[in-house]
């Protein structure tokens, strides 16, 4: 597969890359979450530690693979640091869904055992199938389409170390519309003219595009002073939360974890005003 | 606008005055409540069903969830979980989708809803698979999943988004005036479509049964309950079931209580079913009466429910439930088990737990919380004969459609008790009713129990405790990779709950004596179930052997 400069294109070389990255990060040992844990005694009324331990070792290939990926899916879903550590080698890039099947396969052919730790202690070896392996890689948003232009913008105004990271963020249709590759490719120049990258605020640059669809500048401003707004206006209400007993108001906010109790919602929003603020300052 | 004639103008009986029904509750929900003329309804003391339906909640969520469907399997969790009917699933056919939305002009509005669907394996690659090998036996195929957020319902608990979990699929944002009419439209959209297709809703999975719009209504939301309220999503878990095995041939008769409180907040009703309010102490005497009319008129398939706190149940009418079982009249009884008054104000029960802290059990110098052990009320229902008896919990998902079921079919009397959360008096997160409830009944602060009078001769026969992590151990123990055991006791599930916290030091140690007594009960109770259940305790057998050595 030839790479040209704009192409996004993995060659045989990155694809190569790309699936040993995947293999071993695939291979991790894993704890079983609670939630799988959960799955497995609810739907499965597996009980003690050796039905469960059972249950890993020898019924999930009898499972379909819809309830495969029920079960299992929590845990091949790549978190936050997974996928920043595949978005700076490959941020950049794009896996079509065909890719990822035929890497699915190929990879399903290497039977590549996870170790799943069981909350007994015991392991569980747990045979990686192909959905289980698309999942991962679909997590990762690889597969999903990245606008050329958004990418060629990336590759021009912002810093190498940023770019990989803001590649994977940018894979939105939103993007196939072009007021919104408007709006981002403003910010990006005006983040440029004001040297003002960081991780946080293209995050949430990306967050607020996909989630208050700004038409342009003008309107991200408003939009943004709605939000700190409504940001300050539950953190004035905060205090309202309705327990009946003062010695458990009182203590909630404590070592009880709360996530609509004053204190919390206080540092949450007070977070969201600062980000809002700092991205209005971009705006200008 | 007239949701109420959209989800019952089939069903109104010759008195009912639908219009007048909507006026009402257009007139509260646009502030004009107060103006309304008097209402014959009230007169009545009749509240018309499902108007919860129309109520507009949507003032009152700060956040509300944002759904990243490529992430989403169509595990109906988050459906399920919800206590106020306001996240739902749907399946579409590919071509059922694009009829539609070819109807919107917006092209970017219509990429926006196309991006709530994806192809799950449960719902599309399950069906179109097969499909694809042998299209005449599976003429079925695949079909298309979305979730969808009524904002008129949400109040922004977080639930889904726990429930979720690692699945990662949804995320809480923030509400303004900016995203509010997106879910709006959104919404809209999914009214507008057909509902799912019977052949994608999987009879393995019963959290399916909240696909069926029928099943939905059976609560519409709109309550007055609490962010997050434990109840809330276990009554529509109930009634849905309940529906799904008999229609509408069931009725409810409700003990005062927090359940009664929220579900009717005039003019705001979120039920379809007809139900009454009876007092704390004699529902389980009015649902008799009910049941006697009803078999003297030959509806002896009708079912009816009594729902009430562990208030109503085992404490102020606890004389009335036991009279009721030892009728062995056919009638199901649901205890919505908070261990505490939640509706007046947090008073202790019965049912609270030893060291709880609550109004009348407050924790000081001379007392520690409550002093008195905790009411089992299922080993109690059990000693009634031929009476049918399960605690659960709503976010077991399996075991507790599992015992609606079976409850429903049971010829007789059934108790089931469930653990729910109250957040307020718990002193929890509004989005912890489902883990809260997970780790009560891992704790043994809760266990799971099934009794079953049709299952055998002997007692251990009859009664179940599957669903309990480690039936044969004290204590859940969790061993982490390098083999250092922690058993997840009553305290491990304690000290999570601000009801509890005054027992515990800064660093998460119990620092009185009153709640290892708890944990001692807690022993005592899960010993105690698994003699009756015949489970040999490997722990307690153990500590026997050593001390007779």
Redesign the interface.
Known sequence: MPTTATSTTPSIEEMTTFREALIEALKVPRSMSGQVFNTVTDTYACSTEEEIRIFFTSKLAELEEYELDLLLSPQFTAREDEKKAFASTFGLQQFSNDTVEFLAKDIQNEKIITPITLNSGDLAECLVSDILVERYISTLNLNKTIEPEIIELIKRDVPQHFQGLLGLMSRDGLYQFEKYRHVYADLIGSMKAQNSFSEEILTFMVDTIRTYKPQNLSDLTEKMDRLITSCTDDMARAEERGYHHHELKAGAAGNIHDAHEAIEVRAQYAEIIRKAKALQAVCV | MNAVHDHLKQKFPDWYDGDRAQGVVDGYNNGAGSSQPADEFVAKSILPASTGASRDFSYIA?ELP?LNS??C???MDCVTNCPDTAILGKVVMPETLEAELAKIED??YR??V??QFSE???YY??HQ?KHDKDPENNPTEGGLFGIFIDPTKCKGC?ECVVVC????ALKM???????LP?YLSDFGFYRSLPASPLTHINAK?RRDIMLKPAAIKQYSGGAGS??GCGEASVLRQVFAMTHEKVGDRYGIVASTGCNTVYASTYPYNPYSAPWTNSLFENGPADAMGIRALWDQRGNEDWVIWNIGGDGAMMDIGMNALSRLLASGMNVKVLILDTQVY?NT??QQSTASYTGQ???MG??GKAHAGKMEKRKEIAQIAMMHPNTYVAQTIG?????FYKVIERALEYKGPAVINVFTTCQ??H??????SATQA?NAVKSRAFPLLIFDPDGGPLLSDRLS????????RDW??????A?N?TPYDFLSWA?????F??H?G?D?EPKDLGILVAKEDRLDNWRLLQQLAGIENEDFVAALKASKA
Do not use: Y
């Open positions: 700060p944002e490529e992430n399997v169509g595990c092209l970017e990429e926006h196309r991006a799950t394996r449960k690659t399950a698979k977080g979990g690692d699945h990662d944002v923030k509400k303004t005036s900016d995203n997106n999975d609490c962010m939640s104000g947090g802290e609550s109004k407050a924790h976010s077991q998902t399996t075991h307020p008096e002193g929890v997160a509004d989005d912890m997970r405790l599957e669903g309990n992590p480690s039936p044969k859940v123990i969790e061993k982490d990779a083999g055991e000290r999570t709950e601000g009801r916290r005054k515990f800064k998460g």
